[in-house]
Structure formats: structure tokens, C-alpha cells
């Protein structure tokens, strides 16, 4: 860092003239050269103290002088040098630039993408906003290679085809004015950047999440009686829909969800998983089919977890299963839970609860909250909707063994 400083540069720029400037001095009057050479003599004399001290740049000058440098010798070097204030002044305000800790929210379409995280020669939502990042100027390329030098953390890996009306992501980087709308001038429509907060320095937004919240969109018919032969024509009725929310309040606790996810053991403590609420939200119709949006909140979900959920549900709706093979998924024995399609999950998204009260009232941080951004996100999570809407539509996604 020390030949990045603006002092170390001038030092060096200093003593490369410094024979030319004596030329100069020659030149002019006594007192004018005595001055001078006193400014040159002080700047022999400076001691390590002094230095540190002329380090200090002021971020908030504006008149392009560099702090700690004596102004009548930077006019007389000028004199010489007429470019080398303007560079140095540069140079000072480039020093000052830090990079910040901050929590990044991002909202996208996962429709044509491997997943959120980022893996080789696979095309990922993190691998196209790293990119962004680093042609705003926002990370340095060798943060882009090298995602831990800049402490990059994601709140929740979606799998493929799932997207997210908001996702956190924390990382170190630059900040400026428009950062936002920079990045997004380097994405395509279907991934955005809604905001972003400074945060502490350690803050990682993996763990500091407290809960997370994810919204399905499914079909009704999806729950109708086996006996019903009708796909778009179908209408959900109150006792239908009162039964599905029903099933959906037996996963409400604490289980183990080994069955609901793969290469998970039974005794495995990480298959132990604590759902804070599932709810089945009311019918509407779209483009000539009814639609329902399940809502649940939890610690946190494996793999395929929330897509199995809906997924047994469905059968059991339909008649396919009892109730009970609910419970005995629980249990140790080997229970094969069919999936529903990835078209229609989405992250609603994290919590903050526990950071947030910690160090959001404290005055020096902000609350990592989406409500600053609600407007957006909101708007984008209808553009989701109408995809898996428009997909569904076209290419009718649940496959028989759900009709």
C-alpha cells in the first residue's frame, strides 16, 4: 500500500526534480529561495510521526490540493509539473476509496439458470453478477476470480429453475453514487440489484439469517381428487382447499425431513428442520386457470426440501396416499416423497431478527430489511409470477402422476 500513497509518489517525483528545481531557485530572489530551501529542509527532518500524519487524506476536500503537503511548494512544483498535482490530487482520492462491507439484495428470474451458486463452465445467477460487479468497478478482478477475497456470502443457494423475489448476498466492495443502476446496466432484465446496506464488518449473511421464506405457485388442479378429469377447467373448492391446508399444518415443528432431500441419514442432526408456518393462500385465476400461492417459513431448508413438501401434499390431496405416510416420513424407514416441479418455488425472502436487533437500533448500522425496497421487490415478484404462469400455460410442467 505504501506505493500507492500519494505522499510515497510525491516523494519519489520530488527527488527525480529536485536538481531541476534548484536550477529554478537560482533564479530568483534570496528570500524567495530561502523559503525554500527551509520547505526542502523540513521535509528531510519529517519523522515517522509526521508521516502518518500527512497520510490522513481528506475525503472531503474539493479544491484538489492533497492534504498534509505544504501549498506553496506544491504551486512552485506545479510550475515544473503542471500535470503532477493534477495526478497526485487524483491519486488522493483514489486512496481514500475503501471498500465496505454491505448486504447486496437481488431479485431474479431463475427460469434458464443452473441454480444461484456459482460453479465452473455452469451458467449460475451469482456468475452473472459477479461479472456486473466487476465491470462497474465495484470489485477488482481478482476478487471476480477469487470470491473469498472479497468475503462474498449467499443467504440461500436456490436450485435450478427457482427464483427469488429477493436473495442477500454480503460482500466487500467499492461504493459511489448510482452504484445500483450500474449494475444493472451490466445485467440482463431477468436478474436485478433492488439495494444494498452497509452492514458491521463481520457480518455474514448465511449465518446472521434467522428464517427464510418461500412462496410456491401451483395450479389447483394439482390438488384435485384423482377422480377429476379436468386440468384447466378446474375450480378448488372451500372443503378441497381447507383439507390441503390441513395436511400442510402437520409439517409446523420440528422433524426430521430426512426422506425430503437426498443423502441424508436418518440420525443426521442436520435433517433436523424447524418450520415456523405453512399456509394455503386463496384462489385466483390467470389466463384461464386457478392458481394458489403456498407460503412457508422456516430456519432453513435442504435440498429439494420445500418442493417434496408440496409434493406429498398433492398426492395425498388427490388420494394417491393417506395422511399417515406424512408421519411415517418422519420416522427411520426409507420413504420414496415425490417432487413437484421447480417451476413454481420461489424465495419470498431472508430474515435479519436476531442482527437486526442487535445492531440495527444501536445508531452507527442500518437494519438489513427489505422493507426500504418492498416497491421493487413487489413489482418483481409479479414478473415471476407471470412466467411460471405463462410456462405453466404452455407447457403444462405438472406431469401426470400430480393430475
Known amino acids: 500500500r505504501d506505493f500507492m500513497c500519494p505522499i510515497f509518489v510525491f516523494s519519489c517525483l520530488f527527488r527525480l526534480f529536485r536538481r531541476c528545481i534548484l536550477f529554478r531557485l537560482s533564479a530568483l530572489t534570496d528570500k524567495t529561495a530561502d523559503k525554500t530551501l527551509e520547505t526542502v529542509k523540513y521535509s528531510k527532518m519529517e519523522d515517522t510521526q509526521t508521516i502518518a500524519k500527512k497520510r490522513k487524506l481528506d475525503d472531503e476536500a474539493t479544491d484538489g490540493s492533497i492534504p498534509g503537503v505544504q501549498t506553496g511548494l506544491l504551486q512552485e512544483f506545479a510550475q515544473i509539473l503542471p500535470d503532477a498535482t493534477t495526478s497526485l490530487s487524483h491519486l488522493a482520492r483514489v ?33 452473472d453478477l459477479i461479472v456486473a460487479l466487476w465491470k462497474t468497478g465495484a470489485i477488482t478482478e481478482e476478487c471476480r ?8 456470502q449467499r443467504c440461500a443457494r436456490t436450485d435450478k429453475g427457482v427464483s427469488a423475489a429477493v ?182 425472502r431472508p430474515f435479519f431478527d436476531a442482527y437486526n436487533k442487535k445492531f440495527g437500533t444501536d445508531g452507527s448500522h442500518d437494519c438489513v430489511d427489505v422493507s426500504a425496497f418492498e416497491d421493487d421487490v413487489e413489482k418483481f415478484k409479479q414478473k415471476i409470477y407471470d412466467t411460471i404462469i405463462e410456462t405453466e400455460v404452455k407447457e403444462n410442467s405438472y406431469p401426470l402422476l400430480f393430475s
Not at 437481488?106 to 456459482?118: A, D, E, K, W
Not at 467499492?174 to 446496466?185: A, K, T, V
Not at 436478474?191 to 427464510?212: N, Q
Request: proline content about 4%.
Open 167 to 348: 436473495n442477500v448476498v454480503s460482500l466487500k466492495m467499492l461504493l459511489r453514487e448510482n452504484i445500483i443502476e450500474d449494475i444493472n446496466s451490466h445485467l440482463l432484465p431477468q436478474i436485478r440489484a433492488v439495494g444494498l446496506v452497509r452492514t458491521t464488518k463481520k457480518f455474514d449473511c448465511k449465518l446472521a439469517c434467522s428464517a427464510r421464506s418461500y412462496e410456491y405457485l401451483s395450479p389447483t388442479f394439482a390438488f384435485a381428487p384423482c377422480f377429476e378429469k379436468t386440468r384447466r377447467d378446474f375450480r378448488i373448492n372451500d372443503e378441497i382447499l381447507a383439507r390441503v391446508q390441513t395436511l400442510f399444518n402437520k409439517y409446523k415443528g420440528t422433524h426430521r425431513f430426512h426422506n425430503f432431500t437426498s443423502r441424508i441419514r436418518p440420525s443426521d442432526p442436520s435433517a433436523q428442520r424447524y418450520i415456523m408456518d405453512f399456509n394455503c393462500g386463496q384462489p385466483f385465476e390467470r389466463q384461464g386457470m386457478e392458481f394458489v400461492v403456498l407460503r412457508v417459513k422456516g430456519q432453513s431448508f435442504m435440498l429439494h426440501q420445500i418442493r417434496k413438501m408440496v409434493g406429498l401434499v398433492m398426492v395425498v390431496a388427490q388420494g394417491h396416499a393417506n395422511e399417515d405416510i406424512i408421519h411415517r416420513a418422519w420416522g427411520g424407514d426409507k420413504v420414496d416423497v415425490p417432487k413437484a416441479p421447480a417451476l413454481g418455488l420461489l424465495l419470498d
Open 95 to 127: 486512496e481514500t476509496a475503501r471498500k465496505k462491507k454491505v448486504a447486496l439484495f437481488v431479485s431474479y428470474i431463475g427460469r434458464g439458470y443452473n441454480g444461484m451458486q456459482r460453479n465452473p463452465g455452469v451458467n449460475s445467477i451469482e456468475e
Open 145 to 152: 476470480d477469487k470470491m473469498d477475497k472479497m468475503h462474498f
